[in-house]
């Protein structure tokens, strides 16, 4: 039943903007809003607060700033990966062009600044510009990385918080505030996890040819992630040539399948560990709201990010 209502308040979360313009510009964002999502954050931040007891219609325009604000970092990182899909479906750079991809981004974003505002709630505002500077400063770190070498572990954590864990990080700390939980550290601490093997599972993704893009975009966009850089972990002997294949996106992929596949099973690997840490965390939590029965659908949520790469772990 609490699975069925989660479903419900996802599927009817009101997104569609209702802004006028002189140009289509609204109507092409709708028709890309219309394209459908996962809405993951919406739903983690549906989540987080049927754990801390909170009423649905006090979470529906947070949740939607989720989701518009989401989009619109998709819509920047379509234009600055050069991506012609995502998900299977032409992106707004393609079908336009990048000038009109980033003023598109940048109305949604000025539009969530602008809802959120009449919530009359100025610290969740603070923090989501706080999470959205994050994330532009992740990006910045990350097309620095082009250029240098070695890459290490702890520059793709701290890209993944940024980039990816800063905007889970406020799903998960909105509800917190909006319920005056004592301890809003943890939940920033939690999205911040989640968002880190979320982005290490997008990195297992990168490699898959029906992920929605071209395969392995990352490496041939001049950037190591989590899977080429446990390659080179793995098998040394290939990091000059995978170093090489930033600069030179023609040359033949350095690695066999069983190289990359035994990469990928590595940092699946890493993802439980951290998925672990999770779950006990959320265990901890759920039993100090007397929520035990929120449990499963955490470790579901956390597990059906697997699930985007479930089937390469099959060979």
Same mark, same amino acid.
């Given at each position: 039943?609490?699975? &069925?209502?989660?479903?419900?308040?996802?599927?009817?979360?009101?997104?569609?903007? /209702?802004?006028?313009?002189?140009?289509?510009?609204?109507?092409?964002?709708?028709?890309?809003?219309?394209?459908?999502?996962?809405?993951?954050?919406?739903?983690?931040?549906?989540?987080?607060?049927?754990?801390?007891?909170?009423?649905?219609?006090? #979470?529906?325009?947070?949740?939607? *700033?989720?989701?518009?604000?989401?989009?619109?970092?998709?819509?920047?990182?379509?234009?600055?990966?050069?991506?012609?899909?995502?998900?299977?479906?032409?992106?707004?750079?393609?079908?336009?062009?990048?000038?009109?991809?980033?003023?598109?981004?940048?109305?949604?974003?000025?539009?969530?600044?602008?809802? #959120?505002?009449?919530?009359?709630?100025?610290?969740?505002?603070?923090?989501?510009?706080?999470?959205?500077?994050?994330?532009?400063?992740?990006?910045?770190?990350?097309?620095?990385?082009?250029?240098?070498?070695?890459?290490?572990?702890?520059?793709?954590?701290?890209?993944?918080?940024?980039?990816?864990?800063?905007?889970? /990080?406020?799903?998960?700390?909105?509800?917190?505030?909006?319920?005056?939980?004592?301890?809003?550290?943890?939940?920033?601490?939690?999205?911040?996890?989640?968002?880190?093997?979320?982005?290490?599972?997008?990195?297992?993704?990168?490699?898959?040819?029906?992920?929605?893009?071209?395969?392995?975009?990352?490496?041939?966009?001049? &950037?190591?992630?989590?899977?080429?850089?446990?390659?080179?972990?793995?098998?040394?002997?290939?990091?000059?040539?995978?170093?090489?294949?930033?600069?030179?996106?023609?040359?033949?992929?350095?690695?066999?399948?069983?190289?990359?596949?035994?990469?990928?099973?590595?940092?699946?690997?890493?993802?439980?560990?951290?998925?672990?840490?999770? #779950?006990?965390?959320?265990?901890?939590?759920?039993?100090?709201?007397? &929520?035990?029965?929120?449990?499963?659908?955490?470790?579901?949520?956390?597990?059906?990010?697997?699930?985007?790469? *479930?089937?390469?772990? /099959?060979?």
């Amino acid at each position: 039943m609490i699975l &069925q209502d989660l479903k419900s308040h996802i599927d009817e979360l009101p997104l569609h903007l /209702r802004a006028e313009t002189s140009s289509d510009l609204v109507q092409e964002l709708n028709d890309l809003i219309g394209s459908g999502g996962k809405k993951f954050r919406p739903g983690l931040l549906f989540l987080m607060g049927k754990l801390l007891k909170l009423p649905v219609h006090q #979470l529906k325009s947070y949740a939607r *700033s989720a989701e518009l604000t989401h989009l619109a970092s998709l819509i920047h990182d379509d234009v600055i990966d050069e991506s012609p899909t995502r998900r299977n479906t032409p992106t707004l750079n393609s079908l336009k062009n990048n000038t009109t991809a980033i003023l598109a981004g940048d109305f949604l974003l000025a539009s969530v600044m602008g809802e #959120l505002a009449e919530q009359n709630r100025n610290d969740i505002l603070i923090d989501l510009t706080t999470s959205i500077k994050d994330l532009a400063d992740g990006e910045w770190l990350q097309f620095d990385l082009k250029r240098k070498s070695p890459v290490t572990f702890k520059d793709l954590e701290e890209v993944s918080i940024k980039k990816t864990g800063s905007l889970i /990080r406020w799903c998960c700390t909105t509800p917190g505030k909006l319920a005056n939980y004592h301890d809003i550290p943890s939940l920033a601490w939690l999205g911040e996890k989640i968002g880190l093997i979320f982005q290490m599972a997008d990195d297992i993704v990168d490699g898959m040819e029906t992920s929605g893009k071209p395969a392995f975009l990352d490496i041939l966009n001049g &950037q190591i992630n989590f899977v080429t850089l446990r390659l080179i972990d793995l098998y040394p002997h290939l990091e000059n040539d995978i170093y090489e294949l930033r600069t030179d996106p023609k040359r033949a992929l350095p690695w066999t399948p069983s190289q990359y596949q035994e990469a990928i099973l590595s940092v699946d690997r890493s993802i439980e560990d951290e998925k672990q840490k999770i #779950l006990q965390f959320v265990d901890k939590i759920c039993t100090e709201n007397t &929520q035990e029965v929120l449990i499963p659908l955490f470790e579901m949520m956390i597990n059906k990010i697997q699930s985007n790469y *479930s089937q390469v772990l /099959r060979g």
